[in-house]
């Protein structure tokens, strides 16, 4: 018998709650990194590095597994234990003191948020359809946002206290638990039948594109809290909690482009919002590329944030488009590799890239151009888009 729970105004705050520690959950810790790279001077800034790249890696990693034991065990048992991964690894950099027991915590917090992004996910798919569904997958995106304000300002507040305190910020993932244990159920049962009798495949050539355009954008976006600080460095003196607010500023974007979404989709075609996506984030970095003040990267954060915020929940609602309500876990499991694996490829390409230009002004010059080269390839199939659903109308 199929479960008939309907989701409540509570239901769909905590799922909000859970979705805003995804995107930046791994970086929560970024304007701490400079002080990192101080106590443990012997250590390359790779390594440093490792300290936000590394749970990418591990959702990558697991993140396809943790969305097939989604679709079998249910959503929101999967919710639940990463919650819980989630506050007791990410705040193990608090009492650790060796760099490689922080970096392996690292890869157990991206076990916790891998099972974030697939569970809330998946969740939204099944409890909302239609116009209701795009709404709160932009609600979805702003969560992240927001996370990515509440997180990175927090950040940078604790880390003028040393650079242990940020990873505190990892706690807050019990209170969240404790929402979902009583305003979330799970939607069906069926699915888990499904799943075991291997009736539900993934069209895997339909969704290969949704993908790489994922990965891409992350690859781009990610560049924002490992470099940004560095950056901000270079162009003047900014306190770790302004380099925070830096940040925060770019999620704040985010959010508000999330909330907004569902009117502004509703009116365009999904590769005229990819090639707007691709086109703010690239004007964004051009712009940080050139940028000789604090007021130019703060008004570049608000470019990258805005596309950012938009990429996300189309990027989400081309997928619910594209698979099967009853194979969601699956579909929005590959979906945080693609995501995380494009923010860990970030902090490996970045590396010959910064060698050859030189500077961190460059690297953000580079990929804002880059960026603009992708919302190109965008715009072509725009055209071919919008030449299609002529055609149909005519």
Not at 54 to 79: H, M, N, W
Not at 332 to 353: D, E, K, R, W
Not at 359 to 371: E, H, K, P, R
């Amino acid at each position: 018998m199929k479960n008939t729970f309907v989701p409540t105004k509570w239901t769909l705050v905590f799922l909000l709650l859970a979705a805003m520690l995804t995107l930046m959950g791994g970086a929560a810790v970024a304007p701490a990194l400079p002080l990192i790279s101080e106590v443990f001077s012997d250590a390359p800034e790779f390594l440093i590095s490792m300290i936000i790249t590394l749970p990418s890696l591990a959702v990558a990693c697991t993140g396809y597994v943790i969305g097939v034991a989604c679709d079998k065990f249910g959503r929101r048992s999967v919710l639940l234990f990463s919650l819980v991964v989630f506050a007791i690894a990410g705040s193990a950099g608090f009492y650790l003191d060796s760099l490689w027991a922080i970096l392996v915590s690292r890869v157990i917090l991206g076990v916790g948020i891998a099972g974030l992004t697939t569970a809330t996910t998946a969740l939204i798919t099944e409890y909302y359809t239609g116009a209701s569904r795009m709404k709160v997958l932009g609600y979805q995106s702003a969560a992240m946002g927001i996370g990515v304000l509440i997180l990175e300002t927090g950040g940078g507040s604790l880390a003028e206290i040393s650079w242990r305190e940020p990873f505190l910020i990892y706690l807050v993932a019990f209170v969240i638990i404790i929402g979902v244990i009583f305003a979330v159920k799970e939607p069906s049962s069926e699915p888990r039948r499904l799943l075991r009798g291997n009736s539900v495949k993934l069209n895997m050539k339909a969704l290969l594109p949704i993908y790489l355009s994922i990965f891409i954008g992350m690859a781009i976006a990610f560049l924002m809290p490992t470099k940004l600080p560095y950056l901000i460095a270079q162009v003047g003196s900014v306190s770790l909690t302004g380099t925070g607010l830096m940040l925060g500023l770019m999620g704040c974007c985010s959010a508000l482009a999330g909330i907004f979404y569902g009117r502004i989709a509703a009116r365009m075609l999904r590769m005229q919002m990819m090639f707007l996506c691709f086109l703010v984030i690239g004007a964004g970095y051009c712009l940080l590329g050139l940028a000789a003040s604090v007021a130019a990267i703060a008004l570049a954060a608000i470019f990258v944030g805005l596309g950012q915020g938009a990429l996300i929940p189309t990027v989400m609602n081309w997928i619910t488009n594209e698979a099967p309500v009853h194979a969601m876990g699956k579909a929005t499991g590959v979906y945080s590799v693609a995501l995380n694996f494009g923010m860990f490829a970030s902090s490996l390409v970045v590396i010959p890239v910064l060698e050859i230009v030189g500077t961190y002004s460059n690297l953000f010059l580079v990929a804002g151009v880059f960026s603009m080269l992708v919302a190109g390839a965008y715009a072509v199939a725009w055209m071919r888009e919008s030449r299609a659903a002529t055609q149909v109308a005519q």
